[in-house]
């Protein structure tokens, strides 16, 4: 498994902009599926976006549809969440999760549950 590390997260005012790291250890990541979650509070976890092994597909929720895009750079064992746009209801923590899969997949689960590595958070605040 791969070890992941998020950052980025800060206090920003609405319809500002963020952009989260997620930095992996581990030769292999090139073949884990990367995707970004958040919570806040008092909700569940929930899917934000996830990009598969290569980069060749993305997944994104409808609410950050237009507003948030993921990439990654597997030479830096790094994903990035650029979020623009960003409204008070983006206001969570921000986890990101891998799992293994091929390099030569473009498959991209949202469950949580499929995920089998995770963060620790980066908190996300977006003020009105």
């Known amino acids: 498994q791969v070890q992941l590390v998020e950052s980025g997260g800060g206090l920003v005012q609405a319809g500002g902009s963020l952009r989260l790291s997620c930095a992996a250890s581990?030769?292999?990541?090139?073949?884990?599926?990367v995707g970004w979650f958040r919570q806040a509070p008092g909700k569940e976890r929930e899917f934000v976006a996830a990009i598969s092994a290569r980069g060749g597909a993305t997944y994104y929720t409808d609410s950050v549809k237009g507003r948030f895009t993921i990439s990654r750079d597997n030479a830096k064992n790094t994903v990035y969440l650029q979020m623009n746009g960003l409204k008070p209801e983006d206001t969570a923590v921000y986890y990101c999760?891998?799992?293994?899969?091929?390099?030569?997949?473009?498959?991209?689960?949202?469950?949580?549950?499929?995920?089998?590595?995770w963060g620790q958070g980066t908190q996300v605040t977006v003020s009105s």
């Open positions: 581990g030769r292999t990541f090139s073949s884990y599926v």
């Open positions: 999760a891998a799992k293994a899969s091929s390099y030569f997949s473009d498959y991209v689960p949202s469950w949580s549950g499929d995920f089998a590595s």
